[in-house]
C-alpha cells in the first residue's frame, strides 16, 4: 500500500529561525512530490512540485528536496515568519492520477 | 489564477438530512476530486471524476455520492447525513494525466449534529 510519512507531527519555532520538515514514502511508481501549505480553516495551496530527476525546488523562503533512490524529501524554511504558522503536507503521485497525502507537519511560529 | 470554489465555508446539518457540496472550478480541468480530511488521518479520497458524467469511488466512498453533469461541477451528496461525517471537505481539480495544475478549493467544514 502506498504511503506517506512526515515528521515531526508539529513543531514550535520562534521567529526568524530556521526548520526542516521530513517526509518518507513508499509509493511506486513515483511520479511527482509536492508541498503543501494549509492555513487554518482553508484549503491546502502547493507551494513545490518535483519530479524523479529534481532534486532540489524552492519558492521563496521554501526549499524543498527529494532522494528518489531513499523516497525521502524534506521542506526547509529559512528566517521563518508568523505568517509560516500552518500545517504542511506532503502528498506525492504515482504514475496515474492518485494521490497519497501526508498527515501534515504542523508549524507554530513565535515572536 | 485557477479558481476551485466551494459554495460554502461552513454549514451545520441535522442527522438523518440530505446535504448537497458543491465544487466549481474555471480552468476546464478533466479531474475532479473530493477529499475529507480529518486530524491526524490527513487527506482521504472520496470520489473522483474523470469526465462528465463519468465517476469513480476513492478509499472511502460509503456514505456518500457525487454527480457531474457539467465539466466545471463537481457536487458531493450525503444521502442521509450521520454525526461521524463532521469533517472538512476540500474539493480539488486536475489537469488530465499525471495531475499537474491540482488545485483546491477553500474547503467546506461541515459539523452533523
Known amino acids: 500500500k502506498n504511503q506517506v510519512e512526515q515528521s515531526p507531527q508539529s513543531l514550535i519555532i520562534l521567529e526568524g529561525k530556521n526548520c526542516t520538515l521530513q517526509?518518507?514514502?513508499?509509493?511506486?511508481?513515483?511520479?511527482?512530490l509536492r508541498w503543501y501549505k494549509q492555513d487554518t480553516g482553508r484549503g491546502p495551496v502547493s507551494l513545490t512540485i518535483m519530479t524523479f530527476s529534481e532534486n532540489t525546488k524552492s519558492n521563496g523562503r521554501y526549499t524543498a528536496t527529494l532522494d528518489a533512490d531513499t523516497k525521502q524529501s524534506s521542506l526547509h524554511i529559512t528566517a521563518s515568519q508568523l505568517s509560516d504558522s500552518a500545517s504542511y503536507i506532503c502528498?506525492?503521485?504515482?504514475?496515474?492520477?492518485?494521490?497519497?497525502f501526508g498527515a501534515g507537519t504542523t508549524v507554530t511560529v513565535r515572536a | 489564477d485557477v479558481k476551485v470554489t466551494q459554495s460554502s465555508r461552513y454549514l451545520v446539518k441535522r442527522t438523518g438530512e440530505k446535504v448537497f457540496l458543491e465544487c466549481v472550478q474555471d480552468?476546464?480541468?478533466?479531474?475532479m476530486f473530493w477529499y475529507r480530511q480529518d486530524p491526524g488521518l490527513g487527506l482521504r479520497l472520496i470520489y473522483f471524476s474523470y469526465d462528465v458524467k463519468m465517476k469513480e469511488k476513492g478509499d472511502i466512498p460509503e456514505g456518500y455520492s457525487v454527480s457531474r453533469e457539467k465539466k466545471e461541477r463537481f457536487s458531493l451528496i450525503l444521502e442521509s447525513a450521520s454525526t461521524n461525517q463532521t469533517s472538512m471537505y476540500l474539493c480539488a481539480s486536475s489537469l488530465r494525466g499525471l495531475g499537474y495544475g491540482y488545485t483546491f478549493g477553500s474547503g467546506t467544514r461541515l459539523t452533523v449534529v
Open positions: 517526509c518518507n514514502y513508499t509509493v511506486s511508481p513515483f511520479s511527482n
Open positions: 480552468m476546464d480541468h478533466e479531474n
Open positions: 502528498v506525492v503521485s504515482a504514475v496515474d492520477y492518485k494521490l497519497s
